[in-house]
């Protein structure tokens, strides 16, 4: 197990290239947000926006199309159960993250299920929330791609089988290579399972304990994945960012909340990006 340190962010954010367009820093659907958890996905989309990427796009439930047009302006919107009307937004796109607030009935499913369908093999994917809760539960087979998954402890337990006090690196890690996954196991110091190395985050404080942190999260890694070449590298600056951001900001703050990281991220990534 490799521990993270600032050494990671300043190797993975580059300086820009003059010589660039929107499309040069990664093209980002994210599908999820029920009318219930419209919060999710705006800050997942939040997160991807503030990290950098080129382009989004959110696909969620039409009720929440106001919120995040007004939360989020830079985001362009699609009704999340229309994805067959819309392939090319799943099918052109470089990264793909979903599962934040997208629940657990059986309209959610179906929207899963034509989301998987659509996915390409050199398409990165980011599976979280109830994307992977559905996974685990409905048995649905994941599809060829290059996979992130980002359970917490019991998503994780849904998915592996194995119990939250069995979780160590053995088992974690056997699990991971069978899915061929890059999995990102979040706890208070969350460890990142890949196919040749295992990270695990030295920074982070109970501050940031909030519902929509993991969501912010997962924004986060698509902000990176979708403009760093060096797709687990990239995974773990941005771990490890959200961590550092929160664990700062926690000097003067009791709590934390996503929004506030979701904020800072451009700041910390001009601080540390590559000398
Ligand atoms: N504003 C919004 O729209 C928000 C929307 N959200 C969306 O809601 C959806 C459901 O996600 P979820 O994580 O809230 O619920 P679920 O998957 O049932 O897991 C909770 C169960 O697991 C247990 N547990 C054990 N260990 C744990 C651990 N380390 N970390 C966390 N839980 C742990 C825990 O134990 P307990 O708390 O009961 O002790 C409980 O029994 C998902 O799509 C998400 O994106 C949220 O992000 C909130 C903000
Ligand atoms: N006590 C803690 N110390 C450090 N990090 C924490 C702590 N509690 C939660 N986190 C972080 O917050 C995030 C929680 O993710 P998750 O449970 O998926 O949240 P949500 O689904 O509500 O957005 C993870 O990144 C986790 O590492
Ligand atoms: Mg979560």
């Known amino acids: 197990m490799i521990n993270l340190s600032d050494k990671i962010l300043e190797e993975t954010i580059i300086k820009r290239p003059n010589k660039s367009y929107k499309g040069t820093f990664g093209r980002i659907t994210l599908i999820g947000g029920n009318k219930n958890f419209a919060g999710a996905i705006i800050m997942a989309s939040s997160a991807a926006v503030y990290a950098g990427a080129g382009l989004v796009t959110t696909m969620t439930d039409k009720n929440n199309k106001t919120a995040l047009n007004e939360a989020l302006p830079e985001a362009m919107y699609a009704d999340y159960k229309k994805i067959t009307d819309n392939k090319a937004l799943i099918q052109n796109a470089d990264v793909i993250v979903i599962g934040p607030g997208l629940g657990t009935n059986e309209s959610s499913e179906k929207i899963l299920r034509n989301v998987l ?13 109830s994307a992977i809760t559905l996974i685990a539960k409905r048995k649905i087979k ?10 917490h402890q019991m998503e994780w ?3 592996s089988g194995i119990k939250i006090d069995e979780q160590n690196y053995t088992v974690n890690k056997k699990c991971q290579e069978k899915l061929n996954a890059i999995v990102v196991l979040k706890s208070h ?8 190395k295992c990270f695990k985050n030295t920074v982070g404080t109970p501050a940031q304990a909030t519902g929509g942190m993991g ?12 403009q760093f070449k060096q797709t687990e590298q990239a995974v773990s600056a941005a771990i490890y960012m959200h961590s550092k ?27 540390y990006q590559k000398k």
């Open 189 to 196: 110091r969350t460890e990142i399972y890949t196919n040749d």
């Open 142 to 151: 994941l599809p060829q791609a290059k996979i992130i998954l980002t359970p």
């Open 215 to 226: 969501d912010t999260l997962a924004g986060m890694i698509a902000g990176f994945i979708g």
């Open 117 to 129: 369908k659509l996915i390409g093999k050199n398409q990165k994917l980011i599976i979280d929330g």
């Open 245 to 271: 951001i929160a664990e700062e900001l926690s000097k003067n703050q009791y709590v934390v909340l996503p929004h506030q990281i979701i904020n800072n991220i451009p700041y910390y990534m001009k601080k």
């Open 157 to 159: 337990q849904r998915l």
